[in-house]
Every structure is written in structure tokens, then in C-alpha cells.
């Protein structure tokens, strides 16, 4: 794995704004929209690039015009399964560069249903007179998004610890007005209130281990129409419901500690244990065209509104401090003295914590063309315009200020480019496609994602089967705490290989 320095100087510049703005990666994570995990086998098969063709369910999220091209009825539905490989390295950033500490390896694999639906046609026949052809009316359910990631790392790290970022975050802060990670280092007998701030009841530098669990996904559920104007001119409109639940769990460790020192209390190890789970829920809406001006091509273009979500947030945090036998604290309040055993208290437990806000997500503009090679197949590419510096956040239990600022500072707009292509043989499909989607981080360093995406498929007049793999990279970063000086650092390079199938049945 390679680190760019850049790359760490960039992304730890926007993250640490974001440690106060902690609302600000929900613009991302929830905004996105990946037409590869959602769409039937086919249009996954040629990279998503769907834009200006039709007779397909997926039409009912991408383009809604596209379902103008069904002549007939059709059930639907695509089983799938992703098989999630994370390769984490860990290091520290500081004034001497990158140094690498160590690289670990995770896997996990999800199973889930990539669409189910039903287009009910309504058309007027094939040998109709009439301009006006009629039209389908689409009800479906498809997948938008998937948070299944498991990243794991350790290594030592020889500069500071997270008693170092809980000591700076405090400042000189009341015990009462601490953070509740700060409050729970004082439960722990971790910091102790001194002249002006906070000190360490321990020194020395740890090794440290991290465990970031996501699970959870995204799914829409669509209701969407397609007509047909004398099989040139198709247009379609529908409405999408959003419903997605998101978990996320980060188990910290720090062990074996390095002491400065022999003369004080021997701390074995500290766990931190940080969960937050997210439901909402949400709408949209969609317009579409696509235009036959000569038979062998097809352009489309279709609108996405914004999704307006309403998110509920619950979050704890636990904390514990394994302490030598024997180790002790002792304190003088108010003439009174009293001394601690820190080998047998028990560990901190958080309140849970509620909150309730609202995301506005960007709106999409696609443009699309297919070129049809009489009836041997097709080429097809798209363009998706989106910026996610229109994101927003909005809430009455929190201030989103800091957050809304650092979406319009950090976030950009983005160009997604997807191309694939049909051969048919027969009642056979060959398939192939190819997609970019740019990081919509400002100056980032790191790779676009990118997607390779393959697949065949078996087409009669009564039902048909297709089959897609779908391989797909990018890069996501992770830092434990936030330090003044030597930062460590989680970069992971994430591959995701889907396999779907989708079976349709013609009535």
C-alpha cells in the first residue's frame, strides 16, 4: 500500500475541522448513490450506464422514460452477494513524514437483494395506429447504498497516546464540563484535574489496536411511470421513499505501555468502545427523457431532486482501565483523605444519547446516448453531475453550523462517468462496463473510485436470467484521536466484488 503525504496533509486538514463538526461525514455516506449495488444484473453488467436505455426496472431510479420501451409485463428479482476485503495500514504523520507501523487485513461478506419489483404494462399493442403507445407503471425496491466495511490495524506508536488528545481536549475545562470521553478518562483515574488543565496518572507510549465495524444499508422503494410517443420520443417521471439504517462500531485498545518511568502505577491496557447507530428516512422525486432521433441511437437525460432525510441518532461510549494489582490512588478532599483501589473499579458506561436531524442531499442530473449496432448489441455511456457542497444539515437538539461550513469547504462537485456495452448471440448477452466516480473531497489525493464490471445473460420470449460481477476499489482513512503533533493514522485500500443475478419472468 502507498500513503501519499499529500494525501495525509489533506485529509487529516479536513478531518480535523470535522472532530468538532461530527455530522459533516452523514453528507457523504448518505448522499451517495451507487447504481452498481442497486441495479438487475443486466444494467450492473455494463457499469450502470442506463441513462438513454429502457426496458429495464432499473429505469424507475435512473431514468423513469426508460420504462416507455416495455411491451409487455414483468416480475423481477435480483438476489446478490458482496464480498468486502479491506487492507489497512497504520502510521504516524508528523514533522520527520510517514512513518508505517504495521498492516492488517479484514474481510466479510454481505448477503442482500439488489432489486425486486414489477413493471405493469399498460400499452396500446405493438401494431397500434396511434401516436401515443401507452405506457408502464413500475413498483420497485432497490438498493442505493451498502455500509458493510470491517477495517482492522495495530502498531506502536512512540510519540503520544489518547491520554495525550483527552489532556489537550480538556484545556482547563471543569470536571463537569468535560467531554464525555474526558469524563469517563476521569472516572478511570486516567487524568486528574492540576494547576491549570489536566495531568496523566500514567506515562509511556502504547501499542495501539483498532477494530471499525459498519454495517447497514440503503434502499429506496420506488413508484415510477414510462410512456411512449410514436417509439421516438419517451418520458417518465416517479417518486422514491428512502429508508436506511447505518451501525457503526470502533473498539479501541492501548497495551503495553512503554513506562518513562518504573516509580508509578503500571496501567495493563485502556478499551474504548464507541457505537452509533443511524435510521431515517426520506423522499425524492425523478423526471426523465430519452429521444430516438434515428433508429441505430438513443439519447437520455433524466433529474433527481434532492432526497430530504430525517435521521434518528443513538450513540454510547464505554471506557475501561485495566490497572496492575495493588495499584492505588490517593486524594485529600476537604481534610479528608481517601484512597482508591483502581484495580477493582468498575468500567464507564455512557447515557445513551439522542438526536434527531434532517440531511438535504444533492441533486442529480444524468445525460446519457446508446448506440445500437443493428441488432448485435450496443454501446451506451453516461455523465452524472452532482455537488455535494449543496448538502445540508439541519437540527433543532444540535448546532450544524460547523458542520454546513465544512461541507461548503471541503465538499465539490463531482462528474461520474459510466460506459458499458451489450454483444448478443442469439438468445444469448455478452456484457461489459467500466465506471469512475471522482472523490468530492476538495484537492484529495486519493484514488477515484473505480469500478470493472462483467456479465452474460439468457433471454426468451416467457423469462430471462443474467448474471453480473462487479469489481470495485477505493480509499477510506480513519485516525483513533486528534493530536498536536505526531497524528496516527488508518489508510485503507477497500476492494468490493459483487456477484448478482436477476431473474425475470414475462406475463
Same mark, same amino acid.
Given at each position: 500500500?502507498?500513503?501519499?503525504?499529500?494525501?495525509?496533509?489533506?485529509?487529516?486538514?479536513?478531518?480535523?475541522?470535522?472532530?468538532?463538526?461530527?455530522?459533516? %461525514? &452523514?453528507?457523504?455516506?448518505?448522499?451517495?448513490?451507487?447504481?452498481?449495488?442497486?441495479?438487475?444484473?443486466?444494467?450492473?453488467?455494463?457499469?450502470?450506464?442506463?441513462?438513454?436505455?429502457? #426496458? &429495464? /426496472?432499473?429505469?424507475?431510479?435512473?431514468?423513469?422514460?426508460?420504462?416507455g420501451f416495455f411491451n409487455k409485463s414483468v416480475f423481477v428479482v435480483s438476489p446478490s452477494i458482496d464480498f468486502i476485503?479491506?487492507?489497512?495500514?497504520?502510521?504516524?504523520?508528523?514533522?520527520?513524514?510517514?512513518q508505517a507501523q504495521g498492516s492488517e487485513e479484514a474481510f466479510r461478506n454481505n448477503f442482500n437483494f439488489a432489486n425486486i419489483g414489477t413493471v405493469i404494462n399498460f400499452g396500446k399493442g405493438r401494431y397500434t395506429d396511434d401516436k401515443f403507445k401507452g405506457g408502464s407503471l413500475a413498483i420497485s425496491i432497490s438498493r442505493n447504498?451498502?455500509?458493510?466495511?470491517?477495517?482492522?490495524?495495530?502498531?506502536?506508536? #512512540?510519540?503520544? =497516546?489518547?491520554?495525550?488528545?483527552?489532556?489537550?481536549?480538556? #484545556?482547563? +475545562?471543569?470536571?463537569?464540563? @468535560?467531554?464525555?470521553?474526558?469524563?469517563?478518562?476521569?472516572?478511570?483515574?486516567?487524568?486528574?484535574?492540576?494547576? #491549570?488543565?489536566?495531568?496523566?496518572?500514567?506515562?509511556?507510549?502504547?501499542?495501539?489496536? +483498532? =477494530? /471499525? %465495524?459498519?454495517?447497514?444499508?440503503?434502499?429506496q422503494f420506488n413508484v415510477a411511470w414510462g410512456g411512449n410517443y410514436d417509439d421516438r420520443l419517451y418520458f417518465g417521471g416517479g417518486m422514491g421513499v428512502q429508508i436506511l439504517n447505518y451501525r457503526q462500531e470502533r473498539v479501541y485498545e492501548e497495551f503495553d505501555f512503554l513506562l518513562n518511568s518504573t516509580d508509578q502505577d503500571s496501567l495493563n491496557a485502556i478499551r474504548v468502545d464507541d457505537q452509533i447507530s443511524v435510521r431515517g428516512r426520506g423522499v425524492n422525486f425523478n423526471l426523465g427523457l430519452i429521444y430516438?432521433?434515428?433508429?441505430?441511437?438513443?439519447?437520455?437525460?433524466?433529474? !433527481?431532486?434532492?432526497?430530504? @432525510?430525517? @435521521?434518528?441518532? %443513538?450513540?454510547?461510549?464505554?471506557?475501561?482501565? &485495566?490497572?496492575?494489582?495493588?495499584?492505588?490512588? !490517593?486524594?485529600?478532599?476537604?481534610?479528608?483523605?481517601?484512597?482508591?483501589?483502581?484495580?477493582?473499579? &468498575?468500567?464507564?458506561?455512557?447515557?445513551?444519547?439522542?438526536?434527531?436531524?434532517?440531511?438535504?442531499?444533492?441533486?442529480?442530473?444524468?445525460?446519457?446516448?446508446?448506440?445500437?449496432v443493428g441488432k448485435n448489441g450496443f454501446l451506451s455511456g453516461d455523465l452524472e453531475f452532482v455537488n455535494y457542497a449543496t448538502s445540508n444539515i439541519n437540527s433543532t437538539d444540535f448546532s450544524t453550523s460547523e458542520d454546513n461550513d465544512l461541507i461548503d469547504q471541503a465538499l465539490t462537485s463531482v462528474m461520474n462517468i459510466r460506459v458499458g456495452g451489450e454483444y448478443r448471440i442469439e438468445n444469448f448477452r455478452l456484457r461489459a462496463g467500466y465506471a469512475i466516480f471522482p472523490d468530492p473531497v476538495k484537492n484529495s489525493a486519493f484514488d477515484d473510485l473505480t469500478s470493472v464490471s462483467f456479465g452474460f445473460g439468457y433471454r426468451t420470449f416467457d423469462y430471462f436470467l443474467d448474471f453480473a460481477v462487479v469489481s470495485s476499489s477505493r480509499q477510506e482513512q480513519a485516525v483513533p484521536y486528534f493530536i498536536d503533533g505526531d497524528q496516527p493514522v488508518a489508510t485503507s485500500d477497500i476492494t468490493n466484488t459483487t456477484v448478482s443475478v436477476t431473474f425475470g419472468l414475462n406475463f
Open positions: 500500500m502507498k500513503v501519499r503525504i499529500y494525501t495525509l496533509l489533506v485529509c487529516l486538514l479536513c478531518i480535523s475541522v470535522a472532530s468538532e463538526a461530527q455530522y459533516f %461525514e &452523514d453528507a457523504l455516506r448518505f448522499g451517495s448513490f451507487n447504481r452498481n449495488l442497486g441495479g438487475t444484473a443486466r444494467m450492473q453488467a455494463i457499469g450502470g450506464a442506463q441513462t438513454a436505455l429502457g #426496458g &429495464d /426496472i432499473s429505469s424507475a431510479t435512473v431514468n423513469p422514460a426508460g420504462l476485503n479491506a487492507n489497512t495500514e497504520f502510521g504516524i504523520f508528523g514533522i520527520d513524514g510517514y447504498n451498502s455500509f458493510h466495511l470491517l477495517r482492522d490495524y495495530q502498531g506502536e506508536n #512512540g510519540s503520544n =497516546s489518547i491520554i495525550d488528545n483527552i489532556i489537550q481536549d480538556a #484545556g482547563n +475545562e471543569v470536571v463537569d464540563n @468535560l467531554s464525555e470521553l474526558g469524563f469517563a478518562a476521569f472516572d478511570q483515574f486516567l487524568i486528574s484535574p492540576i494547576d #491549570g488543565g489536566y495531568g496523566a496518572f500514567v506515562g509511556g507510549f502504547p501499542v495501539q489496536r +483498532e =477494530s /471499525i %465495524e459498519e454495517r447497514g444499508s440503503h434502499y430516438r432521433p434515428v433508429q441505430f441511437l438513443t439519447v437520455g437525460a433524466s433529474y !433527481t431532486s434532492p432526497t430530504f @432525510l430525517s @435521521l434518528d441518532e %443513538e450513540s454510547f461510549l464505554d471506557l475501561a482501565a &485495566d490497572w496492575d494489582a495493588g495499584s492505588t490512588f !490517593t486524594e485529600t478532599v476537604d481534610g479528608i483523605e481517601e484512597t482508591f483501589d483502581l484495580a477493582s473499579i &468498575d468500567p464507564y458506561q455512557s447515557n445513551l444519547f439522542v438526536n434527531q436531524y434532517r440531511l438535504r442531499t444533492p441533486q442529480r442530473v444524468n445525460l446519457g446516448a446508446a448506440l445500437f
